[in-house]
């Protein structure tokens, strides 16, 4: 026992564990500060967007109370009220545990508008340059630096006797091996995992505030990844016969894992789903918007023959079409509404499309993450941080369902041709963020998770067979 | 001298050939290269089919949108499609960033659509594993693994000391080792440059510019993979002479090669962004609308402008009324409206540029801590996928919409009368609207606006060449 408290003591002087200690701690301290920011980017510009729906319907309601019309038209008009006028927004919520790995909130849109006719997309105002590089997050930190910190530590514990010729001594000495190893590895292991956890933890008081219980499922998972890293570099420290053949070996097996492999992983998902153009959805669209007025006069038939209740009367499309004197020539908001809705079908199917490959790259990447500790890691971070493309399609999906809603909602008043009242605007439809619940997680989470411990597996029993082959004892 | 470099250089060679890291190293990159480039190909040639196909379509769709208000067409618009480089295969640099699809249509700037990375799986979020990138990374490496031990090892082993004692000078010895260091690499560039070419010619095919032009672009990209490793290879061996433990070299190298790398690059692209940054789409978005609406007083824009504008167009033309116009009022009104707009959109857009402009500058501000952003910049600017090719053809496209817009409002104004809103054109307007048509800029534009880029990489051989030249004066008394 004395023998291997003397082994840590010795490892608490090696300015080289401090050293890389430091470099951790400032990686961290860096990391996190990304975290927080993106995370902060994300939730102000939902804060924006909230607070600007909320301005417009505000003032529509104050036109409302008032009986004036608005600047660019009447609040009264369901066509504008439900457009570029009024309008709904639907958000992508970041999860509580989101800072630990931004993953989704820092790819994509948080913000998505809703709106009778169009979607508009919020416009990409970031500079594609700062893209280029990648992020630099706490993801980033605990997925790319951890692994290389961890391979360093544990083979500068291990492989330092081999340099220093100690190594002989050091079997004969009477200490088991397990134990030196185990006592050699488990300082620096400490003090990643403490560090890690205090970043974490930093970050996420900094941010939502939430502690949920998964945090500890984030812990476990970065543990057994440390764990991994940290046995694979004491593998190589054991064999150290040749330092510099290590360090190359170290080297090349940590730039392996976390940049080529996914690089490659990516690859195969391109082969595998290659992504498809737009552009046969912009033609399919436009094409439609031509030949949008008989497609549209299809469609108002056939939503006047399963609402024969809604046709409005012959006088009240002459009252509401009637032409302003200087103005352009009004055009019926049901035509208008009907032939986008009409284009907007004709492209469906292969936006549709669309929407599948990008899902069957993921779940091509996603299959093949076992491949690499660190892209296994990956998908399981992004969901236990609740920010996995899995989770942003449930948004999606959720944003989707909205949109039916709110078309719904002011669709029929457009197809009366009938106005909006007071309440009509306390009474139109809201958006409620809804996620999926633990149990998906757990099951999106399960092959990563398999990945991992495959992984962490394989190099524990490396490092078992080595140590008894050298074990003396 | 130049005999006992030359022979030095010939045996550091030999040695690296029989080393078998050299060999292993050409396989790897090889095969990494073929599999990122060969998956890339696939969607480059299609994407670029498709964008041609498209293109005409959409010229189609525009000549026969029927007959109905010039301004009912340009409300209508048009889409261009962003210049795809053969050599944007080897780098999608921040091309694979930003959208391929631009929408043109009145009233509006709209930003491209199609982003090509959010086509993709996660896995990029930490970067892009492009053929530049293995070039740019894999010769570097390359020269760390094997030029760490070129003149350490001698030291180790004690055989610089029989160096020394043949006629050998430090400097022959310090010169042979990086000319037989650089003539092993030189064949791993040259296998990275026949690969690349492969792809390339293959895909010249797709790429509508001058030929000639995409082989420039080739030469200038190839040429700064190789800036690049001339750089580290002396940088490398200026190590090994300086400091006496090959493993020391080793782990110095490969520190300064992640910090370089990996670590510089993220930090700065992100620490710039956060320091200088954005606004928000939702304030860009209000400023643009508040700014059309109102004016700098807060009083409403358009009730004044109008206003003023029917005043003084009933005075020009000397009637009454809207409807005795001679012109179509609504081109006139068409005219100033957007022409407020696009002053408008002017300001914000050139706001928002000067931001990113801002960026940029400090980015390569801090390629002086590491030469990877200035090589990598260099490597974009000769894709054509570089800020600046970008911004080219963006340019292109908002002239052009101005343009359509201008013509629609041009005919409303002479063929209208009265108010303007009756008229209706048809197939033989559209026709005389020009197709878009975009030149690229020549690869030698790359040189003069990568100049501080390139002043940078050459700044980084040059003290790698001053730290080599100080390690040579002292490597007799470091024995």
Known sequence: ???????????????????????????????????????????????????????????????????????????????????????????????????????????????????????????????????????????????????????????????????????????????????????????????????????????????????????????????????????????????????????????????????????????????????????????????????????????????????????????????????????????????????????????????????????????????????????????????????????YRGFDTQAEAFLREWRAFFAEKVWRLEEMKVQDIERRPRFQPQFNSMTRLAARAALPASGLFFWCAVVCSALFWRIRRFSLV | MFAMVRRIAGAELKQQYRDGTLKVLGVFVIGVLLFTIGARYTTFIKAAAEDRTAARRVREQWVNQGVKHPHSGAHFGTYVFRHSFATELLEPGVGSYSGKIFPLVTHARNFPIEVPIDRRSGLNRYGELSPGVVGLAVLSLAAILLGFGTIASERENGTIRLLLASSATPRAIIWGKCLGLGLAIGFLWIAIVGVEAVFVALAARMDPSDPAQTWLRFAGFEGVQLGYAVAWVVGVVALSAWIRHPRTVLAVALSIWVGNTILLPRAAATAIRTLISEPSAEQFTSAIKHDIAFRADGTEWVESWSKKLIADTLRQYGVERIEDLP?????????????????????????????????????????????????????????????????????????????????????????????????EVGKQFWESVPDFHYTPPPAWFVLGDHAAGMAILLAWILVAGLLMHRAERGLEWRV
């Open chain 2, 327 to 423: 012109v179509g009022y609504a081109g006139i009104m068409l005219k100033g409206s957007d022409a407020h707009y696009e002053e408008v959109f002017g300001i914000h857009f050139e706001r928002l540029h000067r931001i990113h402009r801002r960026q940029e500058v400090w980015t390569l501000a801090l390629s002086f801590l590491g030469p990877w952003v200035a090589a990598r910049s260099l490597l974009e600017g000769f894709a054509g996928t570089d800020v600046t090719h970008l911004g080219t053809f963006s340019t292109a496209a908002e002239r052009y919409r101005r343009q359509l817009v201008e013509a629609t409002n041009d005919i409303a104004v002479r063929q209208g009368h009265g108010t303007g809103w009756e008229l």
């Open chain 1, 1 to 391: 026992m004395a023998g291997l408290k003397r082994e840590v003591l010795l490892l608490v002087r090696d300015a080289g564990l401090w050293i890389l200690t430091g470099l951790y701690a400032l990686l961290l301290v860096y990391g996190s500060f990304q975290s927080v920011f993106g995370y902060r980017a994300a939730i102000n510009q939902i804060a924006d967007a909230r607070a600007e729906h909320d301005q417009r319907w505000n003032r529509m309601a104050s036109a409302a109370a008032s009986v004036r019309n608005e600047l660019w038209g009447s609040w009264k008009s369901a066509s504008l009220a439900g457009s570029g006028q009024g309008g709904a927004v639907a958000w992508f919520d970041p999860a509580a545990l989101s800072a630990l790995n931004l993953g989704q909130v820092a790819r994509e849109n948080p913000v998505r508008r809703i709106s009778l006719y169009d979607s508009p997309v919020a416009p990409p105002l970031s500079n594609p340059m700062n893209a280029l590089y990648g992020e630099m997050d706490l993801g980033f930190v605990g997925l790319w630096m951890l692994p290389l910190i961890a391979l360093l530590m544990a083979h500068q514990a291990l492989g330092r006797d081999w340099e220093s010729g100690v190594w002989p001594l050091v079997l004969v000495s009477g200490i088991s091996l397990y134990r030196l190893v185990l006592a050699r590895l488990a300082l620096p292991f400490g003090i990643l995992m403490f560090l890690s956890t205090f970043a974490a933890v930093n970050a996420i008081a900094l941010t939502s505030g939430r502690y949920e219980w998964h945090l500890s499922i984030w812990a476990l998972a970065m543990g057994i990844y440390a764990a991994t890293w940290m046995a694979l570099g004491a593998w190589l420290g054991l064999g150290a016969r040749n330092p510099s053949r290590q360090l190359l070996i170290t080297g090349a097996l940590w730039l392996g894992s976390v940049w080529v492999a996914p690089g490659l992983i990516d690859a195969v998902a391109e082969l595998a789903a290659p992504p498809v153009n737009a552009t046969d959805g912009l033609l399919a669209d436009r094409d439609a918007q031509l030949s949008s007025s008989q497609a549209g006069a299809n469609l108002m038939r056939r939503v006047y023959r399963e609402h024969p209740d809604w046709q409005p009367s012959t006088e009240l499309v002459q009252q509401m079409n009637k032409p302003v004197p200087g103005g352009p020539r009004k055009r019926d908001a049901r035509n208008v509404l009907t032939n986008y809705l009409a284009a907007e079908e004709a492209a469906a199917p292969i936006l549709e499309r669309l929407a599948q490959r990008r899902l069957r790259a993921e779940e091509v990447a996603y299959r093949f993450s076992f491949l690499s500790p660190l892209v296994a890691m990956q998908y399981l971070m992004e969901e236990v941080a609740g920010t996995s493309y899995e989770r």
